[in-house]
């Protein structure tokens, strides 16, 4: 450790020493998450001594200012560090300070006014048009009640076709189908809003009326479980994940992916971004920006996938 953390001196160098056999024997950290963090402290370390002038000793480390460690974030990034890295490397800067703290050594008062980095959101996981249509148009396995085919049918096509979450599909009525053509939704914070309802999925509704022996109150839900009660998320994941195994589809065929692929496909064939807002019952656009990186990334895919000079 201290061929490594040079230029600190040995009383420094014993500090960080501490704090790594801490984190090994009393947390047990992962040998991975260990390193990582031995990682960041060095590069700190190094940074420091630049920062100072000279070796890093202990009244070095207690005059820090936030404005040290950011400047030591802002080189990091401008090294090429991300989001995510530069997350993890505050995580350590703290996870030291506070074991100094707890030893008297050192504050960890600068540091606490430092933000960690926002990482960026992770892209929806979208089906492809293909497989959502295999999903919704799955045929029923051997000894399956019609009813409750019907009933996934049309809580999937709800999903994909009017791009409602799985909470807001489960929670419509009888009176929430009322209109031309039309459905009521509550979403986020009892809003509601008013989606478009494509014949295919009212069709879909009607058929599992139609069948269902649980004929509920035009103001409670209408999917019902097996025993009557209302319809559980739960019941529809579990549904999806044996459908994803019949027919073949990625981990990331959930409910919400439906939503999204909704989303996807519809901006993919020009859909208005506003409008697919409205749709999707967002309260920010920049929510639903998010579909055009996704759409971006799909093309670049393609491009990659089928370009001569791609590789």
């Keep these: ?130 497989e959502a249509r295999r999903l919704v148009d799955s045929p029923p396995a051997d000894g399956e009640e019609p009813w409750i085919v019907a009933r996934d049918t049309a809580v999937f096509m709800l999903l994909y076709g009017a791009g409602l979450r799985i909470a807001e599909a489960l929670a419509v009525t009888a009176a929430d189908l009322a209109g031309d053509g039309a459905i009521r939704v509550t979403g986020k914070g009892s809003k509601t809003r008013l989606v478009p309802v494509l014949p295919a999925v009212r069709q879909a509704i009607g058929a599992y009326l139609d069948l269902s022996p649980h004929k509920p109150s035009p103001n409670e839900p209408l999917f019902r479980g097996a025993r009557g009660g209302p319809l559980s998320p739960r019941m529809v994941q579990r549904r999806l994940v044996r459908l994803r195994g019949a027919l073949g589809l990625p981990a990331s065929a959930t409910p919400h992916a439906l939503r999204h692929s909704f989303a996807t496909h519809l901006l993919a064939r020009g859909g208005d971004l506003r409008g697919i807002q409205e749709l999707l019952g967002h309260a920010s656009l920049s929510t639903t920006q998010i579909y055009t990186r996704v759409d971006t990334e799909r093309l670049l895919e393609a491009y990659r996938a089928a370009h001569p000079r791609s590789g």
Excluded at 66 to 90: E, I, K, Q, V, W
Excluded at 110 to 122: E, I, M
């Design 1 to 130: 450790m201290a061929e490594i953390l040079i230029p600190a001196n040995a009383e420094v160098r014993g500090w960080i020493d501490d704090w790594l056999g801490e984190l090994a024997q009393v947390r047990r950290l992962a040998p991975k998450t260990l390193g990582a963090y031995e990682r960041d402290l060095r590069q700190f370390i190094a940074f420091l001594a630049g920062h100072v002038g000279g070796t890093v000793d202990g009244a070095a480390l207690m005059g820090l200012r936030p404005a040290d460690f950011r400047a030591f974030l802002a080189n990091r990034r401008s090294a090429g560090a991300g989001s995510r890295s530069l997350a993890r490397t505050l995580s350590a800067l703290r996870s030291l300070f506070r074991h100094l703290e707890r030893e008297g050594l050192a504050s960890g008062d600068a540091l606490a006014a430092v933000k960690a980095p926002r990482a960026p959101r992770p892209l929806p996981r979208a089906l492809t048009e293909t």
